[in-house]
């Protein structure tokens, strides 16, 4: 179903363990909506030593239950405007970011983490090109 609508809000709740991005705005015939999203996950990025991006990510995934983690791949990114191999670490609670986020950064061969900060919200708004205030 294609909606068109002016976004007012945006904000997140779990639903169990499920993180539910919710937009809250008003449809170009006036009523007030909210439009779900369950499928969006937060995710982050370990920028690695170079040549070490598989043993990285076979460290983090041995620890992939005990801290909710669905699913790790090295990815290609631009750091500084170098092209640079990262891995994509997707979670699956929000508000566990930091922690995991504070624990993979003292792991051997990890250089730095990046992106962890941006809040889920503004990560899922960003990822799909939504700005408040504006029509959707």
């Known amino acids: 179903m294609k909606l068109k609508f002016w976004i007012l809000d945006v904000n997140y709740g779990l639903v169990g363990s499920i993180p539910e991005i919710r937009l809250w705005g008003i449809a170009e015939d006036g009523s007030r909506i909210v439009v779900l999203d369950r499928s969006f996950r937060p995710y982050f990025y370990l920028l690695v030593e170079e040549g070490r991006e598989e043993d990285v990510k076979r460290t983090v995934e041995k620890h992939a239950s ?13 750091y500084f405007g170098r092209p640079v191999k990262a891995l994509k670490v997707t979670c699956q609670i929000p508000k566990d970011v930091p922690r995991i986020r504070e624990e993979l950064a003292r792991l051997p061969g990890v250089k730095e983490v990046l992106e962890a900060d941006i809040r889920f919200y503004m990560r899922y708004m960003i990822d799909n090109d939504i700005y408040p205030s504006a029509w959707h």
Do not use: N, T
């Open 66 to 78: 005990r801290f909710r983690i669905l699913k790790v791949e090295v990815v290609d990114k631009r």
